[in-house]
T-cell receptor, first 112, second 116 residues
């Protein structure tokens, strides 16, 4: 089966850096996604990691360690608009093939 | 423009009624998914389909049904057997081009279902 854990809530200050962690246990691994979701809206794609290491995309970076079953999303130069939920999702395998499973999400509050 | 479209955006259902939520994509993606999201919670997988005419149950399939007769379409029916259907429903599709490790998942805008 699949098990994905993230902190429920985090708070950070505008202009600062925040790291959101995600640990996972899956049967098979075919990649890890990070999404941003503002309240009442659909998630939007932030990043995808399938190999170990750091992927950087502007203010956002995502890191993966497959041996540790661990990923983090790093947000730099925080802005008020970054207040949202951040969802970690893993593409794993069951007997039927690939499936995409989400963690419960981390609600990030950015304060002035 | 390519994309994934869900309709309607808001849906009201009387108790005991079946309702069908639409999900259409013109991205030529093989895999499509349905998720349910309750307030303040993450996404829970209802059903998914890897190819046409094939679909699999997710973690919370009871009270739901799907079909995949065309690559572009993956409708979800919420039946009267689903005792607590009020939620935000999200459809997603995934592209995995052959010969690459790249994968991207796209979401529709969601359907908010309320039982009245």
């Amino acid at each position: 089966g699949q098990n994905i854990d993230q902190p429920t809530e985090m708070t950070a200050t505008e202009g600062a850096i925040v790291q959101i962690n995600c640990t996972y246990q899956t049967s098979g691994f075919n990649g890890l996604f990070w999404y941003q979701q503002h309240a009442g809206e659909a998630p939007t794609f932030l990043s995808y990691n399938v190999l170990d290491g750091l992927e950087e995309k502007g203010r956002f970076s995502s890191f993966l360690s497959r041996s540790k079953g661990y990923s983090y999303l790093l947000l730099k130069e925080l802005q008020m608009k970054d207040s949202a939920s951040y969802l970690c999702a893993v593409k794993g395998k069951n007997n039927a093939g690939n499936m995409l499973t989400f963690g419960g999400g981390t609600r990030l509050m950015v304060k002035p | 423009d390519g994309g994934i479209t869900q309709s309607p955006k808001y849906l009201f259902r009387k108790e005991g009624q079946n309702v069908t939520l639409s999900c259409e994509q013109n991205l030529n993606h093989d895999a499509m998914y349905w998720y349910r999201q309750d307030p303040g919670q993450g996404l829970r997988l209802i059903y998914y389909s890897q190819i046409v005419n094939d679909f699999q149950k997710g973690d919370i399939a009871e009270g739901y049904s799907v079909s995949r007769e065309k690559k572009e379409s993956f409708p979800l029916t919420v039946t009267s057997a689903q005792k607590n259907p009020t939620a935000f429903y999200l459809c997603a599709s995934i592209d995995h081009p052959l010969g690459t490790s790249y994968t991207e998942a796209f979401f529709g805008q969601g359907t908010r279902l309320t039982v009245v």
